[in-house]
């Protein structure tokens, strides 16, 4: 089955610098990934996702490229602000491009301290 | 518009008993998946279920089971506890033709 495996585990970087948090996946039929935002206690939040027809996609400060060849995928923060200090998660699932909602398959998370 | 909601949000059960969590779709989806998820670990798949059956099924014991309603809302069910079932249990919704889904605020189990 898919395996997918997040890097780093922690982050901390100073208030308006970037983040970047990396993800590998190994099965080659994935085609969809989405990134989370889950902060203390609550569910996980999607903020960005991108289907494997495009190799990167931007929202703001937020923007997530795809390597389909090197099966890794990166989500990139910009001008980083207290709150977006949580945990992030990537995922991968075969869905995408079927059009047929499919289980998700998680990194182990990122947690992300932002600091002033 | 309003999200996917679940309840009850904490639980505190113990070992042996069994368990029921709900979960109501956000409006317009048809599609409900459940995740387990361990303290510091990513979400982990449980089952799927569309048009009230179980489609996909994760790596979890037939301890662990299912129902979806008419109305699209869901039920999970879990027999039998042990001490490991302690998590926080995510629901997530989305369209059948849809890729995206959007999760619950979650129900944390507490297995004594």
């Known amino acids: 089955g898919e395996n997918v495996e997040q890097h780093p585990s922690t982050l901390s970087v100073q208030e308006g610098d970037s983040a970047v948090i990396k993800c590998t996946y190994s099965?080659?039929?994935?085609?969809?990934f989405p990134w989370y935002k889950q902060e203390l206690g609550k569910g996980p939040q999607l903020i960005i996702d991108?289907?494997?027809?495009?190799g990167e996609k931007k929202d703001q400060r937020i923007a997530v490229t795809l390597n389909k060849t090197a099966k890794h995928f990166s989500l990139h923060i910009t001008e980083t602000q207290p709150e977006d200090s949580a945990v992030y998660f990537c995922a991968a699932s075969t869905g995408g491009n079927t059009g047929t909602a499919s289980k998700l398959t998680f990194g182990t998370g990122t947690r992300l301290q932002v600091t002033l | 518009d309003a999200g996917v909601t679940q309840s009850p949000t904490h639980l505190i059960k113990t070992r042996g008993q069994q368990v029921t969590l709900r979960c109501s779709p956000k409006?317009?989806?048809?599609?409900v998946s459940w995740y387990q998820q361990a303290l510091g670990q990513g979400p982990q798949f449980i089952f799927q279920y569309y048009e009230e059956e179980e489609r996909q099924r994760g790596n979890f014991p037939d301890r662990f089971s299912g129902h979806q309603f008419p109305n699209y809302s869901s039920e999970l069910n879990v027999n039998a506890l042990l001490l490991g079932d302690s998590a926080l249990y995510l629901c997530?919704?989305?369209?059948?033709?849809?890729?995206?889904?959007?999760f619950g605020p979650g129900t944390r189990l507490t297995v004594l």
């Open positions: 997530a919704s989305s369209r059948d033709r849809g890729d995206t889904q959007y």
């Open positions: 991108i289907r494997s027809n495009v």
């Open positions: 099965d080659s039929a994935s085609n969809y």
């Open positions: 409006s317009g989806h048809d599609t």
